[in-house]
């Protein structure tokens, strides 16, 4: 059993910085790669922003030079902070982690979904 728990959401007017984090916790031999996708009303959900163990950031188009993610492996921590921020960043920002568990019969790959943290951006 892994968890994923976002925290940090909130209400912030536009031009204003909002950071979000999110922790892993249970059965954790390794993560992978932690990343941030977001979902606004009627739309599909896209990927913000992503960090691959040992790699590089990756950040969506619409977002690069605002957004910064960075992570604590030891803390099994995810950040995201949120500078510029503009009405169309709305959404519900989602925790992702391609974690490591292991069980009774070995060990095996698990996507993990947090389950949301809402951010409302004002104009």
């Known amino acids: 059993q892994v968890q994923l728990v976002e925290s940090g959401g909130g209400l912030v007017q536009a031009g204003g910085s909002l950071s979000v984090s999110c922790t892993a916790s249970?059965?954790?031999?390794?993560?992978?790669?932690m990343g941030w996708y977001r979902q606004a009303p009627g739309k599909q959900r896209e990927l913000v922003a992503s960090?691959?163990?040992?790699?590089?950031?990756n950040y969506a188009d619409s977002v690069k030079g605002r957004f910064t993610i960075s992570r604590d492996n030891a803390k099994n921590t995810v950040y995201l902070q949120m500078n510029s921020l503009k009405p169309e960043d709305t959404a519900v920002y989602y925790c992702?982690?391609?974690?490591?568990?292991?069980?009774?019969?070995?060990?095996?790959?698990?996507?993990?979904w947090g389950r949301g943290t809402l951010v409302t951006v004002s104009s």
């Open positions: 992702n982690a391609g974690v490591i568990t292991e069980t009774r019969g070995g060990v095996r790959h698990l996507e993990v």
């Open positions: 249970g059965s954790i031999f390794m993560i992978n790669a």
């Open positions: 960090m691959p163990s040992g790699g590089s950031a």
